[in-house]
């Protein structure tokens, strides 16, 4: 990931829904016609409340309080606060139904996880009766793939990429489409030199649909990054030249592209620029 992306995420909106459309669209939109959102949103109301200028503290749901709490301090001072909420994060990937499912019954009242407040609105249409009769129907976020995200973020901040996989892989379970899992999880991959991994999560984040820039220029990073490593290298150049179109000042995909027309050209073979992610910036 690219360095600190995990406290820019939350530092950006408080409870971690980056690229959210869930609050102009209306329900009887096409899905297909939405940005892509990096993560599922940790609770329906967040986006809102964030764009009010406030922050939601308190959901009512264990789960998603809990990682709201987590996102607050990870905002107010750096990714390394994730240690101390790293339990609270594993019961909350713990807590994720297997498998995953959406829907579940409590009670009289059907309970819906959706990624944003478009889904709950859609969700409630699809289960209106045709004789108008009220439904008990309650809509809850999805605080799993942003539980994964910051755990396995703060995982390969410490030096421990196989712990952040493993992490990654479960919020995966939850966002198949989430571009910051797939992302960070490639951070972990170049850290242990997985560079046919690396290619691999690169080109799915690469096939999800309607990606905002950000996301796909680091995707196009990380697919430069692992073709640099494969010496594919017209490949490579070409990703990142693709991922300046998006974000024309990356200093990262600028540096690289140097070292790939070196190399090209018979000059030194020196390793192209990995680092862990606590100390200089991963693609």
């Known amino acids: 990931m690219d360095l600190h992306l995990a406290q820019a995420v939350a530092a950006g909106v408080a409870a971690a829904c980056i690229g959210s459309a869930a609050l102009a669209q209306p329900a009887s939109s096409p899905s297909a016609a939405r940005p892509a959102q990096s993560i599922p949103d940790v609770s329906p109301e967040a986006p809102a409340v964030a764009q009010a200028g406030g922050r939601e503290v308190s959901t009512g749901d264990p789960d998603e309080d809990a990682v709201l709490a987590m996102v607050a301090d990870v905002q107010a001072h750096s990714i390394l606060l994730v240690k101390d909420h790293e339990t609270a994060l594993r019961k909350v990937l713990a807590d994720m139904p297997q498998p995953f499912v959406r829907e579940h019954q409590e009670g009289d009242k059907l309970v819906f996880r959706g990624d944003s407040m478009s889904d709950c609105l859609a969700e409630a249409a699809r289960l209106r009766p045709a004789s108008g009769a009220p439904i008990t129907f309650v809509c809850r976020g999805n605080p799993y793939p942003a ?21 990654l892989d479960a919020g995966l379970v939850a966002a198949p489409d989430a571009p910051l899992l797939l992302t960070e999880r490639n951070a972990a991959f170049i850290a242990l030199h997985r560079w046919d991994d690396t290619l691999s999560g690169a080109d799915r984040g690469l096939a999800i649909a309607n990606l905002i820039p950000r996301d796909h220029a680091r995707l196009l990073r990380n697919r430069g990054f692992a073709l640099t490593e494969l010496k594919r290298l017209d490949e490579a150049r070409k990703a990142y030249e693709d991922s300046l179109q998006l974000e024309s000042d990356n200093a990262l995909a600028k540096n690289e592209l140097t070292y790939i027309a070196r190399l090209q050209s018979g000059g030194a073979t020196a390793p192209s620029q990995i680092f862990m992610p606590a100390k200089q910036p991963v693609p």
Do not use: K
Request: proline share 5%; glycine share 10%; charged share 15%.
């Open 147 to 167: 539980a994964a995200f910051y755990l396995g973020s703060y995982l390969n901040e410490v030096g421990q990429p196989d712990a952040a996989i493993e992490v």
